[in-house]
């Protein structure tokens, strides 16, 4: 079939784009949880996550890397990247249960979420962020709860449309025993990840998220540029008076919930989702 030739060619490109990732990466003086992330939404999103890293994070010249990664696009691909990565951990874990234990459709969201949720909040962000709010773990999920609960609603707006309706009553494609479980699950990551790219946008400018870092060895050259700050307390990390939110915060709360429920929305509206 068809199909079967598309995913033959996009999992040997996958394995590649890894491969390439996993090795050439090591070499970007990059932050290792970033590091790991990248390595991660390649599993996911194979070449395009691999192009996304060459042309987002790579250093192109030695000595270059902060200068290349302090454009703002480049900020929220970090951030973006870093949601996708920690979440789809998750996500695909919730996933796999739910195809084990046949869930039904909207359980089986509720639990990718709760997983995606979890792993992506409690691991990649407070975590591997807790020495950026003074080492102490408590503080980190408190400073990193309202960023990853935006981010999350939107990956999920994004994936649940894709999951549910992508090959709509083909068995194989909610058994995770079979390629096309994987296939599927890659597409709607991917779409995950064009929707929550405005919403990271968001959290970006406004330092409520950290985007692309340089970590160098110690001792090693560093040239420093005007990479936007992060104050993981809620308020933008600048000097003097801090300037206000804009949209604020509850404003793109109900955004965020509202691009979750278009999903659900769309799914349920097309034979994806029944309650």
Same mark, same amino acid.
């Given at each position: 079939?068809?199909?079967?030739? =598309?995913?033959?060619?996009?999992?040997?490109?996958?394995?590649?784009?890894?491969?390439?990732?996993? +090795?050439?990466?090591?070499?970007?003086?990059?932050?290792?949880?970033?590091?790991?992330?990248?390595?991660?939404?390649?599993?996911?999103?194979?070449?395009?996550?691999?192009?996304?890293?060459?042309?987002?994070?790579? *250093?192109?010249?030695?000595?270059?890397?902060?200068?290349?990664?302090?454009?703002?696009?480049?900020? =929220?691909?970090?951030?973006?990247?870093?949601?996708?990565?920690?979440?789809?951990?998750? +996500?695909?874990?919730?996933? =796999?249960?739910?195809?084990?234990?046949?869930?039904?459709? #909207?359980?089986?969201?509720?639990? *990718?979420?709760?997983?995606?949720?979890?792993?992506?909040?409690?691991?990649?962000?407070?975590?591997?962020?807790?020495?950026?709010?003074?080492?102490?773990?408590?503080?980190? #999920?408190?400073?990193?709860?309202?960023?990853?609960?935006?981010?999350?609603?939107?990956?999920?707006?994004?994936?649940?449309?894709?999951?549910?309706?992508?090959?709509?009553?083909? @068995?194989?494609?909610?058994?995770?025993?079979?390629?096309?479980?994987?296939?599927?699950?890659?597409?709607?990551?991917?779409?995950?990840?064009?929707?929550?790219?405005?919403?990271?946008?968001? #959290?970006?400018?406004?330092? #409520?998220?950290?985007?692309?870092?340089? =970590?160098?060895?110690?001792? @090693?050259?560093?040239? *420093?540029?005007?990479?936007?700050?992060?104050?993981?307390?809620?308020?933008?990390?600048?000097?003097?008076?801090?300037?206000? +939110?804009?949209?604020?915060?509850?404003?793109?709360?109900?955004?965020? +919930?509202?691009?979750?429920?278009?999903?659900?929305?769309?799914?349920?509206?097309?034979?994806?989702?029944?309650?």
């Amino acid at each position: 079939m068809f199909i079967d030739g =598309v995913m033959f060619l996009w999992f040997t490109l996958t394995a590649l784009s890894v491969v390439f990732v996993a +090795i050439d990466i090591r070499n970007t003086p990059e932050s290792p949880v970033m590091k790991w992330g990248f390595v991660l939404l390649t599993l996911y999103a194979g070449p395009f996550a691999a192009f996304l890293y060459v042309l987002g994070c790579r *250093e192109p010249l030695a000595g270059l890397h902060e200068r290349y990664v302090a454009f703002r696009w480049r900020q =929220v691909l970090g951030s973006t990247m870093h949601c996708v990565a920690g979440d789809g951990v998750g +996500i695909l874990a919730g996933a =796999v249960i739910g195809a084990a234990i046949a869930l039904p459709m #909207l359980a089986d969201i509720g639990l *990718e979420y709760v997983l995606g949720f979890g792993f992506g909040w409690a691991i990649f962000q407070a975590l591997f962020m807790q020495a950026m709010t003074g080492g102490s773990y408590s503080d980190s #999920l408190r400073a990193t709860f309202m960023s990853e609960f935006l981010s999350m609603n939107c990956l999920m707006g994004g994936m649940i449309p894709v999951s549910t309706l992508a090959w709509i009553g083909v @068995a194989e494609a909610h058994d995770p025993s079979h390629p096309l479980f994987w296939f599927r699950m890659s597409l709607a990551l991917m779409a995950g990840f064009v929707i929550a790219f405005p919403m990271n946008w968001w #959290l970006v400018a406004n330092h #409520l998220k950290h985007g692309m870092m340089t =970590v160098r060895p110690q001792g @090693a050259e560093s040239k *420093e540029s005007d990479m936007p700050g992060m104050d993981l307390g809620g308020s933008p990390a600048t000097k003097g008076t801090a300037p206000a +939110i804009r949209p604020p915060l509850a404003v793109m709360t109900v955004v965020s +919930i509202l691009a979750m429920g278009t999903g659900l929305f769309v799914a349920w509206f097309f034979g994806g989702l029944s309650i």
